[in-house]
Structures are given as C-alpha cells and as structure tokens.
C-alpha cells in the first residue's frame, strides 16, 4: 500500500514540478515567475522526502532542510531586489 502511495505522490509532484516549471518560463511578469520558482522548490523538496522515505535514507531528509532553507533565502533575497533594487543596504 505505501509502495503505491509513494508512486502515486511522486507522479503527481513530479507533474506539479513541471508545470511550474511552465509558469516560470512563460510567466507574464517577475513576480509570476519569482512566485513560481518558489513553489518548484517546495515541489522538489517534497520529491526529495519522498525519495527518501522510499530509499528509507536519513540523508536525503538533511538534504531537503538545507535546499528549503537555500530556497527561503534566495526568495527573500529576490524579493528584496525587486522592491528596493538593492539586496544590502
């Protein structure tokens, strides 16, 4: 049963990741694609806990917590250069 439902959940993020991917490239504006970026690095770090339950690896679970907290760093940093122009001040 769990076989399935990691089947069924790596499908269906993986399709989720795609299609975010779409947004980010055809994105009318900055912020659509900023926006977009965002949520495929959520998706991918879902696909990483995944690969990780169904490997039954610790490592992989490390691995997600540094990529969300690159990732919540690179949109805080992105969204500050869009509004003010400037990262530091």
């Known amino acids: ?8 959940s790596l499908a269906l993020f993986t399709a989720a990741t795609l299609l975010t ?3 980010a490239a055809i994105g009318p504006d900055l912020p659509d694609r900023i926006l977009a970026l965002d949520t495929m690095y959520v998706n991918s770090i879902a696909l990483i806990v995944l690969f990780g339950i169904w490997l039954n690896d610790k490592t992989y679970f490390e691995a997600a917590l540094l990529i969300a907290m ?15 122009g400037d990262i530091i001040e």
């Open 21 to 23: 991917l779409y947004r």
């Open 70 to 84: 690159l990732g919540f760093i690179s949109t805080v940093a992105v969204c500050k250069y869009l509004l003010r």
């Open 1 to 8: 049963m769990l076989d399935i439902a990691l089947w069924i």
